[in-house]
């Protein structure tokens, strides 16, 4: 008698959110719509996680099942190595899920910060401003980090589980890493110099340290075809553009394509 043969499992390389989903249903909310995205089904979970640590190659786009599960799984747990605050985000699912952005042009010069927010995988909020004339791509990428955590902070509080996705590794080691070992050394380096934005960092690391059990922080590729990364980047020069001093919810059409459209960081 020939193998009884799994449910099938499929691959987001490039879509609204990336990773390893258990239906097409789940497959084709992330990549329906959405520009050049990058997907494809497996026979089984195994060849799914490979495929996705492989990258999407020359992958073909999945075909779409005769007949649609009524019941919706949701995914396992991946067997990538667990993650962390440096490491690319696990193929798991949250209520909320954040991106967050700065940009600066020229660098040092007028620097913006943008923000996404998506409620059970559906876009709710884009935010851009705290415009300065002379900052940085650092001290744009940590406001928005800090403003990130500030929306963590009231989800949580209602019962929401929550996921950050920042494409600064300064940003996330800053605040997840060093911080602890500069504020003991009275925020100074380990050479005894005095860090750079400690009028950032100080406030954000208290702010983690009382979320980190709570919140999971994932680190996304810049520029990578990640609606939500592309998103945070445009509101972040839309800000510096518009000169925003306060961090504002964008009024706007908020239609994918035509934020997009926006000027790129």
């Not at 258990?22 to 329906?32: A, F, H, N």
């Not at 396992?76 to 605050?85: D, F, I, L, Q, V």
């Not at 919810?249 to 000027?263: C, I, M, S």
């Amino acid at each position: 008698m020939a193998a009884r043969k799994g449910p099938k499992s499929y691959v987001v390389w490039v879509g609204r959110q990336t990773g390893i989903f258990s239906t097409w249903d789940e497959c084709s909310r992330q990549v329906k719509g959405y520009p050049k995205a990058r997907y494809k089904s497996f026979p089984s979970r195994e060849e799914a996680e490979a495929a996705f640590a492989k990258g999407p190659g020359g992958a073909a786009p999945a075909r779409k099942p005769r007949t649609a599960s009524a019941t919706v799984t949701k995914p396992a747990t991946s067997r990538r190595p667990k993650a962390t605050p440096s490491q690319d985000a696990p193929a798991q699912r949250y209520d909320i899920e954040i991106y967050c952005d700065g940009a600066c042009e020229p660098n040092p010069g007028d620097a913006g910060s943008g923000m996404v927010v998506y409620r059970e995988g559906v876009l709710a909020e884009l935010w851009y401003g705290l415009h300065n004339p002379q900052g940085t791509n650092n001290t744009a990428e940590l406001n928005a980090f800090h403003q990130a955590l500030r929306v963590a902070e009231q989800e949580i509080a209602r019962g929401a589980s929550v996921r950050i996705h920042c494409d600064s590794t300064y940003t996330i080691n800053a605040i997840t890493k060093w911080a602890g070992g500069w504020k003991r050394r009275g925020w100074k380096k380990a050479d005894g110099q005095a860090i750079k934005n400690p009028e950032i960092i100080q406030p954000t690391h208290a702010l983690y340290e009382r979320l980190k059990a709570k919140v999971a922080i994932a680190h996304v590729k810049g520029h990578a075809g990640v609606e939500g990364n592309e998103l945070a980047d445009r509101m972040a020069m839309y800000g510096a553009d518009q000169r925003e001093p306060a961090f504002t919810r964008y009024q706007g059409n908020q239609d994918v394509a035509e934020v997009l459209r926006l000027k790129r960081g």
